[in-house]
């Protein structure tokens, strides 16, 4: 590709809405604009990049038996309304009508669809595994776009979903899917991490997250420093310490205390002169349109994800005002379990079994109550591990040391069992002739996102750094030549010799000043940069620098073509990748 043709619209400045890394310079480098929030077109060397990865997955997905298919991004309310999720997608769920007024949604992902089509076609358990995958465009009416690619509301993605026959067939699609994502994700050349995720009512080990660590993630990883251990934090289990149960052992009366103006848990804790680990914090929730209270210490915080599983729902949100009004028959701010509605349930976190003599809200407007026993003065419906993890906790696999990291989240396996199955009945006749759903998987990848992780993990000030297997070209053959036509043809003679190699190469051919082709290559983040000149040809060599490391080398022109194949061999090693 020559430059001189080709359109690379670089900008000088930062986008004024870029907060990210990879943001500003996807814009600045020419590789995407914005049309409106959250929507980017792609520009020749933004879409090279996508295409460079899209490749990569769609190859490790072919290699694993998954067979692609397309399918339409325009789907009718009716699958959805059949799983229910028509009803509380919420709003990430883009609907409109037809002309007919019908219902339909932009899909944001496709359980629905590719259901609707394996079970009008599949009906033995002779047709059975099948894993089907698509590279397509998602919307999602995201609730805070931002990031650029990152998190926009229309974005690509690959999505696989596999049917099996039986658990065993669902297990090893599973982990073929996490082989190939581990084998996807390394070609790419990212520093990621498979971490356990949160399966919902699955439960099990059957979610993985696979995130890139930086530190513009917007995911919080707990992993251990002895062990394999690593969590999403809403996933992470938290062990508690072994100790006597405590509550049914003495404690003072419970009395009201008037607490005027303390709100927070450290306004209480002022008031009354405690600690924050003795006061109860009460957070009232809806799962599915049920109220439900969770209890943690003052100083902890409450794992939504696990009440919710606890209880076993899809939805959790925050109970609004007017609920906690009734619940309570007090305003918002001092709930408590003693004495609240009855038709609350209340689970408590593991840890509060360990103490008594609590102080915690009255269900009354500037009050708290103090001496509370959790076995004497309120119901407590179930003690679960509810918190969230903490740097402090210990191990839950193995009690050594645990660290947060910051992740972005490129990937996800997900075994979902009969969810969509049973309900939109697709199912098989078995061996013996009995109707069975079919065991389902779904699998996704961030097409675009992974673009834009490449690039958070690795730039410095003066551009992207792309790792070869992803850049938009690999090579950048910087040609001085001016005035001097001797170099401009000995440039052109090379760039056909690499394009001979069958070596993407971006061929600098344009009448600009160096200082603008060099700053240029820097800022688009081609891994290798050559760069001929009138004293070059002279002494017979070209320059060959690594954008990764800055290192410059001379290559000799007589033995060129096997001298660049040596040092690109070099330079993908480096970045622990094969040439192809
Ligand atoms: P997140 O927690 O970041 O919202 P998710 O759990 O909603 O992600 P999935 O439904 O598992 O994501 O989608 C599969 C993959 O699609 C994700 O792993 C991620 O890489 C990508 N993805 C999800 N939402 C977006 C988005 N708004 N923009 C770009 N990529 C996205
Ligand atoms: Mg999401």
Same mark, same amino acid.
């Given at each position: 590709?020559?430059?001189?043709?080709?359109?690379? *619209?670089?900008?000088?400045?930062?986008?004024?809405?870029?907060?990210?890394?990879?943001?500003?310079?996807?814009?600045?480098?020419? %590789?995407?604009?914005?049309?409106?929030?959250?929507?980017?077109?792609? !520009?020749?060397?933004? !879409?090279?990049?996508?295409?460079?990865?899209?490749?990569?997955? +769609?190859?490790?997905?072919?290699?694993?038996?998954?067979?692609?298919?397309?399918?339409?991004?325009?789907?009718?309310?009716?699958?959805?309304?059949?799983?229910?999720?028509?009803?509380?997608?919420?709003?990430?769920?883009?609907?409109?009508?037809?002309?007919?007024?019908?219902?339909?949604?932009?899909?944001?992902?496709?359980?629905?669809?590719?259901?609707?089509?394996?079970?009008?076609?599949?009906?033995?358990?002779?047709? !059975? @595994?099948? $894993?089907?995958?698509?590279?397509?465009?998602?919307?999602?009416?995201?609730?805070? *776009?931002?990031?650029?690619?990152? +998190?926009?509301?229309?974005?690509? %993605?690959?999505?696989?979903?596999?049917?099996?026959?039986?658990?065993?067939?669902?297990?090893?699609?599973?982990?073929?899917?996490? #082989?190939?994502?581990?084998?996807?994700?390394?070609?790419?050349?990212?520093?990621?991490?498979?971490?356990?995720?949160?399966?919902?009512?699955?439960?099990?080990?059957?979610?993985?997250?696979? %995130?890139?660590?930086?530190?513009?993630?917007?995911?919080?990883?707990?992993?251990?420093?002895?062990?394999?251990?690593?969590?999403?934090?809403?996933?992470?289990?938290?062990?508690?310490?072994?100790?006597?149960?405590?509550?049914?052992?003495?404690?003072?009366?419970?009395?009201?205390?008037?607490?005027?103006?303390?709100?927070?848990?450290?306004?209480?804790?002022?008031?009354?002169?405690?600690?924050?680990?003795?006061?109860?914090?009460?957070?009232?929730?809806?799962?599915?349109?049920?109220?439900?209270?969770?209890?943690?210490?003052?100083?902890?915080?409450?794992?939504?994800?696990?009440?919710?599983?606890?209880?076993? #729902?899809?939805?959790?949100?925050?109970?609004?005002?007017?609920?906690?009004?009734?619940?309570?028959?007090?305003?918002?701010?001092?709930?408590?379990?003693? #004495?609240?509605?009855?038709?609350?349930?209340?689970?408590?976190?593991?840890?509060?079994?360990?103490?008594?003599?609590?102080?915690?809200?009255? $269900?009354?407007?500037?009050?708290?109550?103090?001496?509370?026993?959790?076995?004497?003065?309120?119901?407590?419906?179930?003690?679960?591990?509810?918190?969230?993890?903490?740097?402090?906790?210990?191990?839950?696999?193995?009690?050594?040391?645990?660290?947060?990291?910051?992740?972005?989240?490129?990937?996800?396996?997900?075994?979902?069992?009969?969810? &969509?199955?049973?309900?939109?009945?697709?199912?098989?006749?078995?061996?013996?002739?009995?109707?069975? @759903?079919?065991?389902?998987?779904?699998?996704?990848?961030?097409?675009?996102?992974?673009?834009?992780?490449?690039?958070?993990? $690795? &730039?410095?000030?003066?551009?992207?750094?792309?790792? @070869?297997?992803?850049?938009?070209?690999?090579?950048?053959?910087?040609? !001085?030549?001016?005035?001097?036509?001797?170099?401009?043809?000995?440039?052109?003679?090379?760039?056909?010799?690499?394009?001979?190699?069958?070596?993407?190469?971006?061929?600098?051919?344009?009448?600009?000043?160096?200082?603008?082709?060099?700053?240029?290559?820097?800022?688009?983040?081609?891994?290798?940069?050559?760069?001929?000149?009138?004293?070059?040809?002279?002494?017979?060599?070209?320059?060959?620098?690594?954008?990764?490391?800055?290192?410059?080398?001379?290559? *000799?022109?007589? $033995?060129?073509?096997?001298?660049?194949?040596?040092? +690109?061999?070099?330079?993908?090693?480096?970045?622990?990748?094969?040439?192809?």
């Amino acid at each position: 590709m020559r430059l001189s043709k080709y359109y690379v *619209p670089t900008l000088k400045e930062d986008p004024a809405d870029a907060e990210v890394v990879s943001h500003k310079l996807l814009m600045r480098a020419g %590789m995407i604009r914005k049309l409106t929030s959250g929507i980017y077109n792609y !520009l020749p060397l933004g !879409l090279r990049s996508v295409n460079k990865v899209a490749q990569i997955v +769609r190859e490790e997905m072919d290699r694993a038996g998954a067979l692609e298919v397309l399918l339409p991004t325009v789907q009718p309310a009716d699958l959805w309304q059949e799983t229910g999720r028509w009803d509380y997608y919420g709003r990430e769920l883009l609907r409109f009508k037809d002309r007919h007024d019908r219902d339909y949604c932009l899909g944001p992902t496709h359980e629905e669809v590719i259901t609707d089509l394996v079970r009008g076609e599949i009906k033995s358990y002779k047709q !059975l @595994p099948v $894993n089907l995958y698509q590279i397509q465009t998602k919307f999602r009416d995201e609730i805070r *776009p931002r990031f650029g690619l990152m +998190r926009g509301r229309e974005f690509i %993605m690959k999505d696989a979903y596999s049917f099996d026959k039986d658990e065993e067939g669902a297990e090893k699609s599973y982990f073929d899917m996490f #082989g190939a994502y581990k084998k996807a994700f390394s070609r790419i050349g990212l520093r990621f991490k498979p971490v356990q995720a949160d399966s919902g009512a699955i439960g099990g080990d059957f979610s993985h997250e696979f %995130m890139v660590l930086a530190e513009t993630g917007e995911d919080t990883i707990a992993s251990c420093k002895s062990c394999e251990f690593a969590a999403n934090l809403e996933k992470a289990k938290v062990v508690v310490p072994d100790g006597p149960d405590m509550t049914a052992a003495d404690c003072p009366a419970m009395e009201e205390v008037a607490t005027p103006g303390a709100h927070t848990v450290d306004e209480v804790c002022a008031f009354l002169s405690v600690t924050p680990d003795k006061l109860i914090k009460t957070l009232l929730f809806v799962v599915d349109g049920r109220p439900v209270a969770g209890l943690v210490r003052g100083d902890r915080e409450l794992n939504d994800v696990k009440l919710r599983n606890l209880v076993g #729902g899809n939805e959790i949100e925050f109970a609004d005002e007017a609920l906690v009004r009734k619940l309570t028959n007090a305003p918002v701010g001092f709930a408590g379990p003693a #004495g609240l509605s009855k038709d609350v349930p209340v689970y408590a976190d593991s840890e509060l079994k360990l103490a008594t003599d609590w102080v915690a809200g009255a $269900n009354k407007g500037d009050t708290h109550v103090r001496h509370l026993s959790l076995g004497r003065d309120c119901e407590v419906a179930g003690y679960a591990d509810l918190r969230v993890i903490e740097p402090t906790d210990a191990c839950p696999e193995c009690g050594g040391e645990i660290e947060f990291t910051k992740g972005i989240e490129v990937g996800h396996v997900f075994k979902l069992g009969l969810k &969509y199955s049973e309900k939109m009945e697709a199912t098989f006749l078995d061996e013996n002739g009995k109707t069975k @759903p079919m065991i389902m998987g779904c699998y996704g990848i961030g097409v675009s996102r992974i673009v834009a992780s490449a690039i958070e993990q $690795n &730039y410095d000030e003066n551009g992207c750094i792309f790792p @070869p297997s992803i850049a938009p070209f690999e090579v950048c053959l910087i040609s !001085l030549g001016g005035k001097d036509q001797d170099v401009a043809d000995k440039a052109e003679e090379l760039y056909a010799e690499i394009m001979q190699m069958g070596v993407d190469a971006a061929f600098d051919d344009r009448k600009e000043r160096p200082g603008v082709k060099f700053a240029e290559a820097d800022l688009i983040g081609y891994p290798m940069q050559l760069v001929l000149g009138g004293k070059g040809l002279k002494n017979g060599i070209i320059e060959a620098k690594d954008r990764k490391t800055g290192e410059k080398i001379e290559l *000799p022109l007589d $033995n060129f073509a096997e001298a660049f194949a040596a040092w +690109r061999k070099r330079i993908w090693n480096n970045w622990g990748l094969e040439t192809n």
